[in-house]
């Protein structure tokens, strides 16, 4: 294991990235655990933050976090990999505490507990999973060619590949989320083949693509939308109460009234 460590994450630079992992998931298991054990009243945890009466959410502290650790991150030398680590994971511990408020963020209302409050949860799994595929080697397609003609100072073609490429990826992955098919669309920036299925494949009915495209008053449009609500209810509803359960377990249920 420790062989495999040096290899593949310490040898190849990856150390700083590393520690941004490993801080995300540590902050967002610490935040999780706080707030639970706040939302159960135990006396033994110090609670929420209210000097003065004020309720301090704790993506202020992110950001404090991030802008340190960012900060940081800019003055210090490229050759300072231990250093540039240990910045990382603060720029990774904060990058939780702001994402796991990112719903009150997005709605601009004290919405955690609620319903809404589980585009925070999505918001992690996003992160941890590119993040992740970042961490493994992989690389959004046109990337790789572009770093390749950088590097071996590559000609006019290759960067025109890496280019042309990377546009092409871009442009499957916006039809895949305007298709609201948002994991497809994100792990496909590294796994090409998932932006060519997303793209061709019927977009859920609520989507805006579905909007602009399955119009009621043709027969077409009609039948794809009959046939995008009909996927929705018997194949996606079941991977969607999965994912449910999956997140009320790591960061608890909503409010029964929300």
């Not at 639970?36 to 033994?44: E, H, P, T, Y």
């Not at 202020?60 to 050759?79: E, K, S, W, Y």
């Not at 590949?161 to 442009?171: D, Y």
């Not at 499957?172 to 090409?192: D, H, M, Y």
Request: aromatic letters at 10%.
């Amino acid at each position: 294991m420790g062989e495999w460590f040096h290899q593949h994450i310490v040898a190849t630079g990856r150390l700083p990235l590393f520690c941004f992992f490993c801080g995300v998931i540590v902050g967002f298991g610490f935040i999780r655990l706080s707030v639970r054990l706040i939302r159960a009243n135990v006396s033994w945890w110090p609670g929420n933050v209210t000097p003065g009466g004020l309720h301090i959410h704790h993506v202020v502290f992110g950001v404090v976090f991030m802008l340190v650790g960012g900060v940081a991150a800019i003055v210090l030398p490229n050759t300072q990999t231990a250093a540039l680590s240990v910045v990382a994971a603060i720029f990774g511990i904060g990058s939780a505490l702001v994402l796991d408020e990112f719903a009150l963020i997005l709605h601009l209302d004290d919405v955690y507990w609620s319903e809404k409050g589980r585009t925070s949860v999505d918001a992690i799994f996003v992160a941890v999973a590119v993040s992740g595929l970042l961490l493994l080697g992989f690389q959004p397609i046109g990337v790789s060619d572009l770093v390749e003609a950088h590097d071996e100072g590559g000609g006019p073609l290759l960067y025109a590949t890496g280019i042309i490429g990377a546009v092409l990826n871009l442009v499957l992955a916006l039809i895949t989320l305007l298709k609201r098919k948002i994991w497809t669309g994100l792990v496909g920036l590294f796994i090409p083949v998932l932006l060519i299925i997303g793209a061709i494949r019927l977009a859920r009915p609520d989507s805006p693509w579905a909007r602009w495209r399955y119009h009621a008053y043709t027969a077409k449009g009609r039948k794809k939308m009959a046939k995008a609500q009909w996927r929705e209810r018997r194949l996606r509803r079941p991977l969607i109460q999965g994912k449910i359960k999956l997140q009320e377990l790591l960061a608890g249920r909503p409010d029964r009234d929300s």
